[in-house]
């Protein structure tokens, strides 16, 4: 009869081997899962050009601004497309969101090089103008990059998701000088469909506020020299009321603020600025 060996294993040995056993099966389960996990599909390119996501636009807008795109493309081949979001996908960032539906768009435009697309969140107030080789020069030569800065973020942070897709949707077209733009098409369709709005964004308007601070402090500040200017001074001496020029009364003025001590006056006598 053949020996049989027996081996005794440690209970803790065999409990820890289990534990870190099933803890590499559920790493690599999860791995796996995440690797075959592929990213949510984004939305196909729009034809008409636009895709309002986050509801910025009134319905007779949005349809007036698919035509315009429409026209503008016609006329000149290049594809403008217009993309707004109710929230970037929580599990990517919006520039890597923006990115991939910018890079799956192009693909399937009829010029991919001739492509312009805008991109906005309206709950982060956040906006992107990314565009294809063949118009990237020209929108960067002619200020396309501060178009959401300008533009689309300022308008979005004052609650006007609308003027924010209209007024940055309309600088594009005058940086691409768009025959709808240059025909002045654009601004009287908007007008037609209830687009009553001023064009000057909200940060221009806003920043142009402040001269009027400037303004208000240098007209006092005028009135306030041309008083000491035209101010009469007129001194009473032993030979009569002697007049001090406006200019002399002035320069007397401001060397009396300059002086750090008073100066004994004498010599009697009345005088007053009248």
Not at 95 to 124: H, I
Not at 142 to 163: L, T
Not at 226 to 248: D, M, N, T
């Amino acid at each position: 009869m053949k020996g049989r060996y027996f081996r005794f294993v440690d209970a803790k040995s065999l409990a820890r081997t289990l534990f870190l056993r099933s803890v590499l099966i559920l790493t690599m389960s999860s791995v796996a899962i995440a690797v075959e996990q592929p990213l949510p599909p984004v939305p196909s390119r729009p034809l008409q050009g636009l895709v309002d996501g986050g509801k910025a636009l009134p319905l007779i807008l949005a349809k007036t601004l698919e035509r315009l795109l429409l026209e503008h493309q016609s006329l000149t081949g290049e594809t403008i497309d217009v993309y707004t979001l109710a929230k970037t996908p929580e599990d990517q960032t919006f520039d890597a969101y923006t990115s991939r539906v910018f890079a799956e768009w192009r693909s399937t435009a009829p010029k991919p090089p001739s492509t312009v697309v805008l991109f906005f969140d309206l709950e982060e107030k956040k906006m992107a103008t990314l565009s294809g080789v063949g118009l990237d020069s020209l929108m960067a030569e002619r200020g396309g990059d501060s178009i959401a800065k300008k533009f689309g973020v300022p308008e979005m942070r004052h609650g006007r998701s609308d003027r924010a897709v209209i007024l940055s949707t309309r600088r594009v077209f005058e940086i691409l000088e768009s025959p709808v733009f240059v025909n002045g098409k654009f601004d009287t369709e908007l007008r037609e469909a209830g687009f009553l709005e001023p064009l000057i964004p909200v940060a221009e308007s806003e920043s142009g506020r402040h001269w009027w601070i400037w303004i208000l402090f240098g007209s006092v500040l005028i009135i306030l020299v041309g008083y000491r200017i035209l101010a009469v001074e007129v001194h009473y001496q032993a030979s009569g009321w002697q007049r001090i020029p406006p200019w002399e009364n002035f320069v007397r003025y401001v060397r009396s603020r300059m002086k750090k001590s008073p100066e004994l006056i004498t010599g009697g006598g009345v005088s007053g600025n009248y």
